[in-house]
């Protein structure tokens, strides 16, 4: 069973950024695909960026491309989210969940298994 502890978050100025962290624990999780989604307020669970196994193939949500990127590191079995020019919509509780899967997906229903959140405030 793989377990997901997230860090990272906090409060940060318009056209900021921040790093997310999002490390496993538990066996597998090397050819697990890995995901973060964001929630704000009265809003659905959205899909941010998404990575797979090998770290070689990602997908961005177009509100954060080219402005987000996810990475990760195989040996620490941990994936970022390097977030720049935060925007005051970019707030939220970000999540990050895993994959059984070696390829990556960009809906939450595809997910098995999910961290806790952590929040993100941009202040304008």
């Known amino acids: 069973q793989v377990q997901l502890a997230v860090s990272g978050g906090g409060l940060v100025q318009d056209g900021g950024s921040l790093m997310l962290s999002c490390t496993a624990s538990?066996?597998?999780?090397?050819?697990?695909?890995v995901g973060w989604f964001r929630q704000a307020p009265g809003v659905e669970r959205e899909f941010v960026a998404a990575i797979n196994w090998s770290g070689v193939g990602t997908s961005y949500a177009d509100a954060v491309r080219d402005r987000f990127t996810i990475s990760r590191d195989i040996a620490k079995a941990t994936v970022y989210l390097q977030m720049n020019s935060l925007k005051p919509e970019d707030a939220g509780i970000y999540y990050c969940?895993?994959?059984?899967?070696?390829?990556?997906?960009?809906?939450?229903?595809?997910?098995?298994?999910w961290g806790q959140g952590t929040q993100v405030t941009v202040s304008s």
């Open positions: 538990g066996r597998g999780f090397k050819n697990h695909a």
């Open positions: 969940a895993g994959r059984r899967r070696m390829a990556l997906a960009t809906t939450a229903a595809e997910f098995d298994y």
